[in-house]
């Protein structure tokens, strides 16, 4: 079933990234439903409206996810509110499929959010910045190993100055590096928009110096692995963040979050939203709202400072 399901949402357009993710969360339900009911088989026909909303309880007050040897964490909303969505065109998938005759997600709705509740996007400070970016440049790297310290540069570079999404920093090939247009060319980017992303002159000669150490790799992605006859994965990038979160003691930096500073520093810096929009490939300017707000830290900051006045 899954296989289909997967087939399917190749058919359907869905990303490499969707695909994944929208199997773990079916395969997560069909393993719920299944201790549910105390069955080792998943039979879509017995799930009703009321399972799924006992679904949607769980996973808001029960389910956990483990990352490396952190402590698990619960769901954040905007996860329960994916995982809601994936499921839906999962029972989508199989009403078409004819294993089922109506969709009983489609009552389930999504957990209404307060404004600004779990919305705030991770962005380094200056000095955070600052951090990751003495690490990155470190010249002992650069000395022990070039080609991997010009590939690991040009990753952080890449969404840190013009501000790419994980799947599209591993869908990038030389071909969509314009040196002389002074551009990137975003070919697929979220809901199958391109996009041109203009390249300041740090990550112009980031990109250039990992193109004369990228050699001839068979595989036509800009980021290869190291043993350089295949693309780099989805994983090692998250591998590398982690590795450069455990050098900068900055333990919650993930693959998003220089992509998110790039945002918020072109805000602080007095650019319009709409330009903002255009460079990150937003399609609805209100997700580039969330940039103006301030930090958690500047919150706290501004909150503390108060607690000295006599």
Not at 159 to 166: K, M, V
Not at 172 to 189: H, K, Q, T
Not at 207 to 226: N, V
Not at 235 to 253: A, F, N, R, V
Request: proline letters at 3%; charged letters at 30%.
């Amino acid at each position: 079933m899954l296989n289909d399901y997967k087939e399917w949402l190749e058919e359907e357009g869905f990303s490499i990234n969707s695909v994944d993710r929208y199997l773990i969360v079916a395969l997560s339900f069909i393993n719920w439903h299944n201790q549910l009911l105390g069955k080792t088989e998943f039979y879509p026909d017995l799930v009703s409206g009321r399972d799924l909303q006992d679904w949607k309880k769980y996973l808001l007050n029960e389910a956990t996810y483990q990352r490396g040897k952190q402590p698990p964490k619960r769901y954040s909303i905007s996860t329960v509110n994916n995982s809601l969505k994936s499921i839906r065109t999962f029972f989508n998938f199989l009403c078409e499929s004819g294993d089922i005759q109506s969709n009983p997600a489609l009552k389930v709705k999504a957990q209404k959010i307060a404004p600004d509740f779990d919305q705030d996007p991770r962005w380094l400070e200056r000095a955070e910045r600052n951090k990751l970016l003495r690490v990155i440049n470190d010249d002992k790297s650069a000395e022990k190993n070039p080609w991997k310290f010009t590939r690991n540069r040009a990753i952080v570079y890449v969404q840190l100055h013009a501000g790419l999404r994980l799947s599209e920093v591993l869908d990038l090939e030389p071909e969509d590096i314009s040196f002389e247009s002074g551009y990137i060319f975003v070919r697929d980017g979220k809901g199958g928009k391109a996009r041109r992303v203009e390249m300041n002159k740090d990550l112009r000669n980031a990109l250039a110096e990992w193109i004369a150490q990228r050699g001839d790799p068979k595989t036509r992605k800009l980021f290869t692995s190291s043993r350089g006859d295949g693309k780099l994965t989805k994983q090692g990038i998250e591998y590398l963040y982690h590795t450069l979160g455990e050098k900068t003691g900055l333990h919650d930096l993930t693959t998003h979050v220089p992509r998110h500073t790039l945002a918020h520093d072109l805000v602080e810096a007095g650019y319009s939203l709409q330009r903002v929009a255009d460079i990150l490939g937003h399609s609805n300017i209100n997700y580039t709202r969330i940039y103006t707000k301030s930090s958690k830290q500047e919150r706290r900051e501004a909150l503390e400072s108060l607690s000295s006045i006599q």
